[in-house]
């Protein structure tokens, strides 16, 4: 898919990193003649300060950042663009508070996902690729996200949601309107990807790491 890229009028002229002491600590994991490779750890701190200082919405990559991150890296902006534009996790555009990533490859799409899209689109009253009018949520359809055995699943900012109902799903966006929490993970009583059915193998493992 195209990445949605902000257009010039929503584009800071300048970006400056406020946690300098995070910035270096992500430029020590690499050694000093390879400082390109810190480039995905620091557009990924671009998008949670952005979230902290947007006034409504999510956090997302201003070109002015990347060109910072260039600059750090001692490497040609393009090749930042390149990385930026590549992941669907890097987000170019203003963006909701919880951008609902749903899941809709073949495991998820055969318990339900186009259901869970649909609950997804009611709720917030927008279609995927769109933000709500109250700038709370962003739809995007996404491809697995590795969590195939407690399908249908959707991601939401850094959370999964499993083993999805539209109802619940619902009740999950209706919490987040009201800024309660809401429990991650697996939705009904199976703990992390055990079987749905009940455990039937390893239950004294299972027993001894407080999974039972
Ligand atoms: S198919 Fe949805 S998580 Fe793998």
């Known amino acids: 898919m195209k990445p949605r890229i902000a257009p010039p009028e929503l584009q800071p002229a300048t970006f400056t990193f406020k946690d300098t002491a995070k910035v270096a600590d992500i430029l020590s994991r690499y050694p000093a003649d390879k400082k390109q490779s810190a480039v995905m750890p620091l557009l990924d701190l671009v ?16 070109e002015a950042a990347m060109e910072e991150i260039a600059r750090i890296c001692e490497m040609p902006r393009i090749k930042v663009f390149e990385v930026a534009t590549f992941y669907s996790m890097y987000i170019l555009a203003p963006i909701g508070k919880h951008h609902i990533q749903c899941c809709t490859t073949t495991p998820c799409w055969l318990r ?7 609950a997804c689109e009611e709720a917030t009253g927008c279609h995927v690729g769109e933000t709500s009018q109250d700038k709370l949520f962003t739809i995007s359809e996404v491809e697995c996200l590795g969590a195939c055995v407690n399908a249908p699943m959707v991601q939401i900012n850094d959370e999964y949601y499993e083993d999805l109902t539209p109802e619940r799903m619902k009740e999950i966006i209706a919490a987040l309107k009201a800024g309660q929490d809401v429990p991650k993970g697996p939705q009904i009583k199976r703990h992390s ?5 009940g455990p039937t193998t390893l239950i004294e493992e299972a027993k ?3 999974a039972l």
Not at 47 to 62: F, H, S, Y
């Open 47 to 62: 998008m949670r300060q952005m979230a902290a200082e947007v006034k409504e919405g999510g956090g997302w990559i201003p």
């Open 208 to 210: 001894k790491a407080g």
């Open 193 to 197: 990807s055990m079987s749905a059915a």
């Open 112 to 118: 339900g996902s186009a259901d869970i899209v649909k």
